[in-house]
């Protein structure tokens, strides 16, 4: 969740509003404390040159057919192995193809697969989570449970496995990280339903004869998902690696493709003549999840005050 | 309890408890250790099933007769009802046998046996130099908070938990090994040392020494040095980061105050009082790392082209060899599980607290 950006040099009346002492409305109160958690981030250097690296690594994937320079698909046998140039900025690979263009599109790749990965594990493990916590007796012992099988495994370990199972692939790969990356969520929401579930109106909407399904759903979940979204901006940096770990060994994306997994796994045979094509997708994985790492430690700092 | 036996309890056992309490403690931890064995024996049957690939076709190849199809599908126990392939399963795992190795045909477990030595190795280096530089590098940055070597291990820690490992192993061969010469290349020895040593340990900076192959040993060493410092960087990472905050917290508690009161000196403070009281929490730390290293090790020892369990789990992935796929899993489950319950009991014993 980045906080929308609100710049107080705008205008007299939206400072004044965001700085009233009594909201007037829960917009308002939800605003104001989106400003100031905006605020302290803006107090903390690395977490905002995280932030804005993830902006720079979105725009440039959105943007991607605008921004590279060469098809990353067409080989062209007489310009391979090309050292960086000014036609090629990072060189070119094996088969002639532009590495900065590859890596350009290469960004899409791996924020579809963060992205989508975050899609599948947040839900399930904050389903498993509440209803865990929310339940509790046998539903909670069996589930959690669960959680303690899948989170016996390393999550390169278990993605691998799931990957051997299902076929390579990318889309495999997906789901084989988000069947990994769903058990430290619902630990998470678990323990967020606990000391939500005693709550006065929890107990209010259930003597209203709300349904555990509906109590569940409607007043529990939104209570967890901020905690939720910080933890998963912190999981996005293994996610990544986890992706490019499957990539290079050649059960997640597949080539032609231009992930960086396997554009740094294609390089390997000529990482002793030509460094650079493993090199710099390598670099790219790196300035990523250095991103995500950064900026989710500013936000852990921000919004769970127990780690400041 | 009863009022009564609330009573009667004094010093000493209580009379109304048959039981000791660290008895009743220790067969709860065993209780849910042997549940979550079970479990994991379960996920892994579940992923062996998942299988896209026909295991017949895996095991006979595409250009089989019906019958010899069939009497592969009765052999493998396919035709079985899932509880009964799944009892034979638990049957096999608790007598170690996970199948044949389709890759070396050889059974699965013989195969583990031995490429494992080989891990171990290479992890318990690693842990070695991830330990010996982590700990006193989170303690010095908890004493001198926000100074110059704070500043430091914390972007050295931030890089080895976002930097790939395999990118960094390849890129240490490129610069380490082709251009400065240092260190070894892949492998865990020169191809003219291979057969000259007698597996005694499957160890071979152990098996070396003790062949008093000075030599070879050197060689060993030249070739471990870069994969388990790259293996090490991360648990590095994970051990300074967590030492860190452990001795923090340390150092914000009143006895400190009061042993600088007294004239004790900061580091006698630090390393005799505080280390002491945060000794437990850092070894259970580095327990965990550890573990963690197993999994690290699937990609340095691709890049390495280290003969250990991680390059073979690898080549079992993509050879779609799901027996030995499902055999080392199951094994790094197992290994996690155990340490976490050994960390446990570590807790308990060590620290009073807990009891």
Same mark, same amino acid.
Request: a neutral charge.
């Given at each position: 969740m980045a906080p929308q950006p609100i710049d107080p040099a705008s205008g007299r009346g939206l400072r004044a509003w965001l700085a009233a002492p009594v909201p007037s409305s829960p917009f308002q109160a939800r605003m104001q404390q989106l400003s100031l958690k905006w605020w302290r981030l803006r107090a903390n250097p690395a977490a905002l040159f995280g932030l804005a690296i993830i902006v720079l690594i979105a725009l440039t994937?959105?943007?991607?057919?605008?921004?590279?320079?060469?098809?990353?698909?067409?080989?062209?046998?007489?310009?391979?192995?090309?050292?960086?140039?000014?036609?090629?900025?990072?060189?070119?690979?094996?088969?002639?193809?532009?590495?900065?263009?590859?890596?350009?599109?290469?960004a899409r790749i791996t924020l579809y697969i963060a992205l989508l990965t975050a899609v599948i594990a947040a839900p399930l493990g904050l389903i498993v989570g509440t209803t865990s916590?929310?339940?509790g007796g046998w539903v909670d012992i069996v589930l959690m449970r669960i959680v303690d099988i899948f989170l016996a495994f390393p999550s390169l370990v278990l993605a691998l496995a799931f990957v051997a199972a299902l076929g390579p692939g990318i889309d495999h790969a997906i789901i084989a990280i988000?069947?990994?990356?769903? =058990?430290?969520?619902?630990?998470?929401?678990?323990?967020? !339903?606990?000391?939500?579930?005693?709550?006065?109106y929890i107990a209010a909407v259930r003597l209203q004869g709300a349904s555990p399904l509906r109590i569940i759903l409607g007043h529990v979940v939104p209570m967890c998902i901020p905690s939720v979204v910080v933890r998963? !901006?912190?999981?996005?940096?293994?996610?990544?690696? !986890?992706?490019?770990?499957? %990539?290079?060994? %050649?059960? %997640?994306?597949? =080539?032609p493709s231009p992930e960086w997994g396997a554009m740094l796994a294609s390089g390997r045979e000529f990482i002793l003549t030509n460094g650079w094509i493993a090199g710099i997708p390598g670099l790219a994985i790196l300035v990523t999840s250095l991103a995500f790492n950064l900026f989710g430690d500013g936000l852990r700092d921000i919004l769970d005050p127990r780690h400041g | 309890m009863s009022r009564t036996a609330i009573a009667a309890s004094g010093p000493g056992p209580e009379p109304g408890r048959i039981l000791p309490s660290w008895l009743k403690v220790s067969g709860r931890i065993l209780a849910s250790f042997a549940v979550t064995l079970l479990g994991l024996a379960a996920l892994t049957f579940f992923i062996g099933r998942l299988l896209p690939l026909d295991p017949v076709v895996a095991v006979l190849g595409d250009n089989v007769t019906q019958e010899a199809y069939q009497a592969m599908y009765r052999q493998l126990g396919l035709d079985q009802p899932l509880y009964v392939q799944f009892g034979r399963y638990i049957w096999g795992v608790l007598h170690l046998d996970f199948g044949m190795a389709l890759t070396t045909g050889k059974p699965v477990m013989a195969d583990i046996? &031995? #490429?494992?030595?080989?891990?171990?190795?290479?992890?318990? $280096?690693?842990?070695?130099?991830? /330990?010996?530089?982590?700990?006193?590098?989170? $303690?010095?940055s908890a004493m001198y908070r926000g100074s110059l070597i704070d500043q430091i291990v914390r972007v050295v820690g931030l890089i080895g938990y976002s930097a790939p490992n395999f990118w960094l192993g390849l890129m240490g061969l490129v610069l380490?090994?082709?251009?400065?010469?240092? +260190?070894?290349?892949?492998? &865990?020895?020169?191809?003219?040392?291979?057969?000259?040593?007698?597996? +005694?340990?499957g160890f071979l900076l152990i098996d070396s020494l003790l062949a008093g192959n000075w030599e070879m040993f050197g060689n060993a060493v030249s070739h471990i040095v870069l994969p388990a410092s790259i293996l090490a960087f991360s648990s590095l990472a994970y051990i300074s980061r967590m030492t860190r905050s452990f001795m923090m917290?340390?150092?914000?508690?009143?006895? $400190? #105050?009061?042993? @600088?009161?007294?004239?004790?000196?900061?580091? &006698? /403070? #630090?390393?005799?009082?505080?280390? @002491?009281n945060i000794a437990v929490q850092v070894v259970t730390v580095v327990a965990l790392s550890y573990a963690f290293l197993l999994e690290g090790a699937v990609l340095t020892e691709t890049v390495?082209?280290?003969?250990?369990?991680? @390059?073979?789990?690898?080549?079992?992935?993509?050879?779609?060899?799901?027996?030995?796929? #499902?055999?080392?899993?199951?094994? $790094?489950g197992v290994i996690f599980v155990t340490l976490n319950l050994l960390c446990d009991l570590l807790y308990r014993v060590f620290d009073p607290r807990t009891r």
């Open positions: 994937a959105l943007f991607a057919p605008l921004i590279a320079t060469h098809d990353i698909y067409a080989q062209d046998l007489t310009m391979r192995l090309q050292r960086p140039s000014a036609a090629h900025w990072f060189g070119t690979d094996e088969l002639g193809r532009d590495i900065f263009s590859r890596l350009v599109f290469g916590g929310y339940l988000a069947l990994a990356a769903w =058990p430290p969520i619902a630990r998470l929401a678990r323990a967020e !339903t606990l000391s939500i579930r005693k709550s006065d998963i !901006t912190l999981n996005m940096a293994s996610i990544i690696l !986890t992706a490019a770990g499957l %990539g290079f060994l %050649g059960l %997640g994306a597949q =080539p | 046996a &031995r #490429v494992f030595p080989a891990t171990i190795e290479l992890a318990s $280096v690693a842990i070695m130099i991830g /330990t010996s530089l982590g700990i006193p590098l989170g $303690v010095l380490f090994y082709a251009t400065l010469g240092w +260190v070894g290349g892949p492998g &865990r020895i020169d191809f003219t040392y291979e057969f000259d040593l007698e597996p +005694v340990t917290e340390q150092l914000g508690q009143e006895y $400190v #105050v009061t042993a @600088r009161v007294k004239g004790l000196s900061w580091a &006698r /403070t #630090v390393w005799g009082h505080a280390f @002491r390495f082209a280290w003969p250990g369990f991680g @390059r073979y789990l690898t080549n079992a992935l993509l050879a779609g060899d799901m027996n030995a796929v #499902v055999g080392c899993t199951l094994l $790094v």
